[in-house]
């Protein structure tokens, strides 16, 4: 009998994958050896963090804010119908309490960032407005500095236009499909020396060129976009601030445990 308990016991924690079973404790150990099992703690640790800080805080998250983001993942994902979506998750190896259960701790971690720092918003973006400043950029790279100092003199020169140097030299078939075009950057996604350089420049300058990893790099200006505290902008402020305060008091609860006397 004591060894049909165990049995019993024994499958209650199996992992099952298409009807192969994995011992949890062989998951554990695939995470040490893949270097992710630190990521998962540090991830369980946080989640421990919000309940308590929601707990003490009365924030909550109600079953209609539950079903309406699971209404909207369904849409996502095309699960048109309930057998769809039950396909979905046996194929995710979860339950729907489980999928509901994750999509809870997602928006209870939305709100607990929102109503510690959502009125800090203003000021951080304030004190930091040129971070979110935004340029509008086209680039060429041409795999040699020789060529590249010669397209920049033939553009500067007026031989031809910088879109036209772009479409035939690039050495991206993608953006030269484009004529060039890179897109809009912030301040801090560039490199601080080319940062400088570019928000420093006129509409329509070329700069260049620059050494990269791809090759050689010219650089036109096209737009300056003017910091403004959007919808979006606000969503980014509220997250990074809630990940330093996480990473804080992640550390904390660190540093309390291990000044802990040993009994």
Known sequence: MTRLIESYQLQDRMVSFSGINIDPEEIVYFLRKDISLR????RILYQRIVEQAAQERGVIVTADEIQAEADRLRRE??????SDTLAWLEGQMITAEDWEAGIRDRLLAQALAEHIFGNEVERYFAENRLDFEQVVLYRIVVPYEPVAQELFYQIEENEISFYEVAHLYDIDPQRRQVCGYEGRFHRWSLKPE???????ARIGQILGPFASEQGYELLRVEEFIE???TSEIHQQIVNQLFSEWLENELNFL???QSSEPNL
Do not use: M, T, Y
Not at 77 to 82: D, G, I, N, P
Not at 194 to 200: D, N
């Open 39 to 42: 990521d998962i703690c540090q």
């Open 227 to 229: 910091a403004r505290l």
């Open 77 to 82: 994902k095309r699960l048109e119908q309930a």
């Open 194 to 200: 080319i940062a400088s350089i570019v928000f420093g």
């Open 254 to 256: 660190v540093n309390s």
